[in-house]
């Protein structure tokens, strides 16, 4: 007599077979830069979130820091204090280990939500501009036209700015990291809006759209419930490719001084102090944390890259 699987499992085994035998998944077994790619991310997002737990000290805690442990080279005992650190230590005696994950983890956390901000505001204004037309359209597209004509990175520098300028000097630093994201955010939405302003023309035209309009339905329920679903896939797109735009803009930013502060260094912020000790010989203070943040740049790229190439139905 054969054991039959409660209800529940079956379903839920079935939906995972469904999820393996997909296209999608299907292309990711086939593509090995994108396996090796998603373990890097991985491993960076597991390291810099569980980070308190996994490096030997805080090094944004001037408390713990010993400035007789400056400058030791990786792979090696300090003379004075005898402590081993694998990949050396700045000027402030920081475990360049720990720096690396804990500005790692400012890094992720700020490329997130600059993303977030981004999409949200890029996605709304896109399918008002593109469900509305009109004066709304027009006004909404050339707000992105003029934005378009400047480098992101000087908007992110304006925006930075001008929102100091309304903070009190004592917040500050305790806000930067906030500022720091609504400028990259400000700075991105408008790859989001113009997409889908085009998906949601095309949307529009179908059958399923007229037939809520005659029946009623609300022009916002129409909007976020029927049309937004039918063009998030280019969004998914977009948003992947940049989290990897965002977090090397947090990097330039930081690395122009303008981005968080050196109390709580980021891995733009810990470039920058690097690239002081460069040419004195202490060239580990910038390696690693610029390796770190190429290999999470290129690996998020090699992620968007390939959901672009598999979303895409003419590739199938």
Known sequence: MTETLPKPAMERSGRFARLWGSDIAWSYRRSPVTIVASIVVAILIVAAVFAPWITPQNPFNPAGLNLMDGFTPPMTANEFSGNFFVLGTDDQGRDMYSAILYGARISLFVGVMAVLFAAVLGVTLGLLAGYRGGWLDTVIMRI??????????????????????????GSRDQMAVWVLIISIGLSDWVQYARTVRGATFVEMRKDYVQAARLIGVRPLKIMFRHVLPN??????????????????????????????????????????????????????????????????????????????????????
Do not use: H
Request: hydrophobic share 60%.
């Open 231 to 316: 063009v998030m896939g280019p969004v998914l797109v977009i948003a992947t490719i940049g989290l990897a735009l965002a977090i090397i803009a947090e990097a330039t930013l930081s690395y122009l001084g303008v981005g968080v502060p050196v109390t709580s260094p980021s891995l733009g912020t810990l470039i920058r102090i690097g690239q002081d000790f460069l040419f004195s010989g202490e060239w580990w203070i910038i390696l690693f944390p610029a390796v770190t943040l190429l290999a999470l740049a290129l690996s998020v790229n090699l992620l968007g890259d390939w959901l672009r190439d598999a979303l895409n139905p003419k590739l199938r």
């Open 144 to 169: 992105a036209d003029v934005q378009l004509s400047f480098p992101a990175i000087l908007i992110a520098l304006m925006i930075f700015g001008i929102a100091r300028g309304f903070i009190p000097p």
